[in-house]
């Protein structure tokens, strides 16, 4: 399917790997000039090649956004290498407690810190870029969520607690731009299958026992887990063609939604 986004420039924050890197490809492989957004130059430039093979041009914006200057010098840098930016990704974000410690253990701080990167980054480059495509009638702002963000497995209280936050700003800022013709719109996936989960997944592997290569481990994670309605976990494209499509012209309609991946994982209805 032609999703009509040729010639459209997009920024994907946190794409210098994993969901992020799968989505600045499918864009690329649409048509896309695509900004790489990281912290590290030289992982960024891996994904920059990758989008340049899809014929489109590729520039690279470094910045920590959990900081105000982090993330005016990235939207500076990405306005810049295509004289604009029509689609903002904002898939930057981290869980800071991947040992899942108990809630008494997690400081105040650690909460904050969660927020700042998890919502405030998406706050920060939507208030910087939102205003041009406003002023040019057509946008789109898609930001990657969580099902943590809704009900909580384990102890990831901090991160889900800011990714609620996140889809509460999801519905919010699609309310003030709907009339202007820039949606904003949220995807949320389940566990899906990068270097940081793989590391994770073999860190349980060692506390719980699991035997085999990782596609062992992988069915041991889901069957733990219990309601998982696909039995394995999700590949990034999964995600990225999700994006691509709530970024094209096929989705004006298509305001204020959440749009699950996560292999019927979730057990609530809505968000």
């Not at 699609?174 to 270097?195: Q, R």
């Not at 035997?211 to 069957?223: N, P, S, T």
Request: proline share 3%; charged share 20%.
């Amino acid at each position: 399917m032609d999703l009509e986004l040729k010639g459209r420039r997009a920024l994907v924050t946190g794409s210098s790997s994993g969901i992020g890197a799968a989505i600045a490809a499918e864009l690329a492989a649409e048509g896309v000039s695509v900004v790489v957004h990281g912290r590290d130059r030289e992982r960024a430039a891996l994904t920059a090649a990758e989008v340049s093979r899809h014929g489109v041009e590729a520039a690279i914006a470094i910045g920590d956004l959990a900081t105000d200057e982090g993330a005016a010098a990235v939207a500076e840098a990405a306005t810049a290498a295509f004289d604009g930016i029509d689609i903002l990704v904002n898939n930057a974000g981290a869980v800071l407690q991947m040992n899942e410690p108990d809630w008494l253990k997690i400081t105040l701080g650690e909460w904050f810190d969660s927020y700042n990167l998890n919502v405030g980054a998406a706050v920060r480059l939507s208030q910087r870029l939102s205003p041009a495509m406003v002023e040019r009638g057509w946008g789109r702002i898609v930001n990657i969520s969580s099902v943590s963000g809704s009900e909580m497995r384990g102890r990831l209280l901090e991160y889900g607690a800011a990714k609620s936050a996140l889809n509460s700003f999801t519905v919010n800022l699609s309310k003030a731009l709907g009339p202007t013709g820039v949606t904003v719109n949220c995807v949320i996936p389940g566990t899906i299958i990068t270097p940081a989960i793989e590391r994770w997944i073999d860190t349980l592997s060692e506390q719980r026992g699991w035997a085999g290569d990782f596609a062992e481990k992988e069915r041991a994670y889901v069957e733990e887990r219990g309601t998982q309605a696909i039995p394995r976990l999700g590949r990034p494209r999964e995600i990225a063609v999700a994006v691509a499509w709530l970024a094209s012209p096929l989705s004006a309609y298509t305001t204020g939604a959440f749009l699950r991946v996560e292999g019927g994982l979730a057990t609530t209805i809505g968000a």
